[in-house]
T-cell receptor
Framework: TQLLEQSPQFLSIQEGENLTVYCNSS?????LQWYRQEPGEGPVLLVT?????EVKKLKRLTFQFGDARKDSSLHITAAQPGDTGLYLC???????????FGGGTRVLVKP | ETGVTQSPTHLIKTRGQQVTLRCSSQ?????VSWYQQALGQGPQFIFQ???????GRGNFPPRFSGLQFPNYSSELNVNALELDDSALYLC????????????FGSGTQLSVL
């Protein structure tokens, strides 16, 4: 069974601070995706990383895929209240887009 | 707005009952995946339908079943409901093929009493 573990489970910070969310697995994934989910909504895809060591930036968000394609991190610089939400990582197997999700990290950015 | 619509948005059932959840996929998408998200957890893959055929199944018992129709909309059926079936059920549509982006609906919140 492929498992993805996210840490921390909950993060509360002040506006303007930085934060990092981690996603770790003992399994190799062909790609890893990061989603953000708000209450009452489905997850929305932020980014997909495919190549080991890959780094992608989306405005103040930086995503990194580990060299061995087993782990990933999401770093938010100068967090804003609008960044509040549940952040989910999800790994895809080589055969398709059936995703294994981590347990999620709930981020609260206080103004 | 993803173009994926799910109905109903909320549902309350009692143990032992049966439930049907519905999902309309985004235009141009022929693949629908269903996920169960328990409170405080990440979504878990139930199964996927591609062109009306089941195309992969997660670790869920046979009382979880599905259908996909010629217009690519889909249903999730759960028989003999148990308390632990209480969760947010998410539908995601995509184009066929590996690594295609998933577009999620807002989900159906099912409560089993």
């Amino acid at each position: 069974t492929q498992l993805l573990e996210q840490s921390p489970q909950f993060l509360s910070i002040q506006e303007g601070e930085n934060l990092t969310v981690y996603c770790n697995s003992s399994s190799v994934f062909s790609s890893l995706q990061w989603y953000r989910q708000e209450p009452g909504e489905g997850p929305v895809l932020l980014v997909t990383v495919v190549t080991g060591g890959e780094v992608k930036k989306l405005k103040r968000l930086t995503f990194q895929f580990g060299d061995a394609r087993k782990d990933s991190s999401l770093h938010i610089t100068a967090a804003q209240p609008g960044d509040t939400g549940l952040y989910l990582c999800a790994g895809a197997q080589a055969a398709g887009n059936k995703l294994t999700f981590g347990g999620g990290t709930r981020v609260l950015v206080k103004p | 707005e993803t173009g994926v619509t799910q109905s109903p948005t909320h549902l309350i059932k009692t143990r032992g009952q049966q439930v049907t959840l519905r999902c309309s996929s985004q235009s141009g998408h022929n693949t629908v995946s269903w996920y169960q998200q328990a409170l405080g957890q990440g979504p878990q893959f139930i199964f996927q339908y591609y062109r009306e055929e089941e195309n992969g199944r997660g670790n869920f018992p046979p009382r979880f079943s599905g259908l996909q129709f010629p217009n690519y909309s889909s249903e999730l059926n759960v028989n003999a409901l148990e308390l632990d079936d209480s969760a947010l059920y998410l539908c995601a549509s995509s184009k066929g093929g590996a690594n295609e982006k998933l577009f999620f609906g807002s989900g159906t919140q099912l409560s089993v009493l």
